[in-house]
């Protein structure tokens, strides 16, 4: 079962490519929900406001679940689709890709703009920092001091990590496993006599 997931770390640099006077601005974003893509979508117009179009893509979910591709008034599927396309072929998600372009005073037919909006959002992906990031399951114990140690040592050898934790009259973690190892490290957890367990 895969348990992982390509993303990127921080926003691309510009990049740009030029076809036939027509200039083609590439950016990549990091994103969790759409009211950042608006946000940084937003921005962008601000940012090139005497520019034509404004054409993107994004994929969000650790399993790549949600996406969209936006055209922005070029020709169906010319712009969104190809940006779509970068980020499957990166394999990566929660990721937006915009694609900011200047007319240049010539058309460049369907297959011009499908290969610069490509182009385009290839060249922001390559100068990005892309990173693998596990699934992991979240669970919350509770447990009285005396278990302290017990616990510590089962945290320590299945290499859990601690999210959060509150001491006050019980002790309480809240805790996170890879996917694949989930079962087998929630049953060990679930046989220490005393710890309440609950999966969040």
Not at 26 to 36: F, L, Q, S, W
Not at 171 to 200: H, M, P
Request: with cysteine; glycine share 6%.
């Amino acid at each position: 079962m895969k348990d992982t997931y390509r993303t990127i770390s921080k926003p691309s640099k510009e990049v740009l490519f030029k076809d036939r006077n027509s200039k083609f601005f590439g950016y990549a974003y990091p994103v969790t929900n759409e009211d950042e893509i608006k946000s940084h979508i937003e921005q962008l117009k601000k940012q090139h406001y005497q520019a034509r179009h404004w054409c993107y893509a994004w994929v969000l979910g650790k399993e790549y679940e949600r996406f969209r591709a936006n055209d922005d008034g070029e020709p169906s599927n010319s712009a969104g689709a190809p940006i779509h396309g970068q980020l499957q072929s990166f394999d990566l998600t929660n990721v937006l890709v915009v694609v900011v372009r200047y007319f240049g005073g010539t058309k460049l037919g369907v297959g011009g703009l499908i290969n610069a909006y490509r182009t385009g959002a290839k060249l922001a992906l390559e100068s990005s920092s892309i990173l693998e990031r596990t699934i992991d399951v979240h669970f919350s114990i509770v447990f009285e001091y005396p278990l302290m140690n017990t616990v510590m040592r089962l945290i320590k050898d299945e290499n859990i990590q601690i999210i959060e934790q509150n001491m006050s009259l019980n002790c309480e973690y809240l805790l996170a496993i890879r996917q694949q190892e989930a079962d087998r490290v929630i049953s060990l957890v679930k046989n220490i006599y005393g710890v309440t367990f609950k999966e969040e």
